[in-house]
């Protein structure tokens, strides 16, 4: 099992990341994916999850109206973009899955205690 973060960098403040997770080792359509970050000298934060094959999702109060998560399915990769970056959504951010409980579970689901795998993260840097 594999999941590999990738799309982190450095940018400017206001400006936009897409994130990319893709997954392998397992089926990807039963399992939620998830984002989540660890700010420097903060605990992890969940953000965003989503049920590829239902196509539902849920997003965190703080990564509402900021951050967007789609899924490829032919790719088994999830993406989360980006936008209106400041400089404190500075952090890694991390993938993980979970195997799926049934329909409509992605709410309750979308905790870091329930994430079967993780990967190893992405780095972004906004600067101001």
């Known amino acids: 099992v594999q999941l590999q973060a990738s799309g982190g960098g450095l940018v400017q403040a206001g400006g936009s990341l897409r994130l990319s997770c893709t997954a392998s080792?397992?089926?990807?359509?039963?399992?939620?994916i998830g984002w989540f970050r660890q700010a420097p000298g903060k605990e992890r934060e969940g953000l965003s999850c989503i049920n590829s094959r239902e196509r539902t999702t849920y997003y965190a109060a703080s990564a509402k109206g900021q951050f967007t998560i789609s899924s490829d399915n032919a790719k088994n990769t999830v993406y989360l973009q980006t936008d209106s970056l400041k400089p404190e959504d500075t952090a890694i951010y991390y993938c993980?899955?979970?195997?799926?409980?049934?329909?409509?579970?992605?709410?309750?689901?979308?905790?870091?205690?329930?994430?079967?795998?993780w990967g190893i993260g992405t780095l972004v840097t906004v600067s101001s």
């Open positions: 993980a899955a979970a195997r799926s409980r049934g329909f409509g579970t992605v709410k309750v689901q979308c905790r870091m205690d329930v994430m079967d795998y």
């Open positions: 080792g397992f089926t990807f359509g039963d399992y939620i």
